[in-house]
């Protein structure tokens, strides 16, 4: 058994990533990014839960049931078709790994009924960094926030990027990131996946992120 070489502890932060197995696609239509997003709110408890059920009445949303006891706080995500990035602190101990466990095998059951598939759909356990500096954890914003830009231009880490409006247009609607949540801070039913209080207020206004993201655009060799 392979051991985490990460220990999460309350307080810290931490950059939670994943892919397919062999990098396959993990994500082919918008029901299965929705459903994901959806577990990323429902997981986010020490109740059990039955998606299922809950989804059965086309006028709930599953946003609006009441969630006690939250494991971990979310501060942006991003979901691309073969992986997955999560910016997160754990409110108690072992939250992480509990969250991550819980939307990991619901989304696995989703995924291998809907497809017959049968297996592990992703690459062995998350994968995690430790966001040990206030430079690192703010500059993973916009790393995760950026993640879409590549449908545009693959290369444009290299090169840069000229036509920023376009970009920003293409990202804020892009609806399976939290980007829309930190461009308008609008109120979306989504946005209550984001617990922004738990983590250093970076950006306190559109403008604030706006800057913030258009200075990455333009720099060249993100990580």
Not at 83 to 97: A, C
């Amino acid at each position: 058994m392979s051991i985490r070489k990460i220990s999460f502890v309350e307080g810290e932060f931490y950059h939670i990533y994943n892919r397919g197995n062999d990098k396959r696609l993990i994500f082919h239509d918008n029901q299965d990014y929705r459903y994901f997003i959806s577990l990323m709110f429902i997981a986010n408890s020490e109740e059990a839960f039955n998606i299922v059920r809950l989804m059965r009445n086309t006028n709930f949303s599953i946003y609006n049931a009441p969630i006690d006891q939250s494991l971990v706080s979310i501060g942006a995500y991003v979901l691309m078709p073969n992986h997955f990035h999560i910016l997160i602190t754990q409110k108690k101990e072992g939250g992480i790994s509990k969250f991550m466990q819980k939307v990991g095998t619901g989304y696995a059951m989703y995924y291998n009924k809907k497809y017959k598939h049968s297996g592990s759909i992703f690459e062995g356990k998350f994968k995690s960094r430790h966001l040990n500096t206030d430079k690192y954890l703010k500059y993973i914003f916009s790393y995760i926030h950026l993640n879409p830009v590549k449908f545009i231009d693959k290369s444009w880490k290299e090169r840069g990027i000229k036509d920023t409006s376009k970009v920003l247009n293409f990202l804020n609607n892009y609806e399976y990131s939290s980007f829309i949540d930190y461009s308008d801070f609008s109120s979306r039913e989504e946005s209550v996946i984001l617990s922004s209080e738990y983590f250093p207020n970076y950006f306190p206004n559109e403008s604030h992120f706006y800057k913030e993201i258009l200075e990455w655009l333009s720099y060249k060799e993100m990580y």
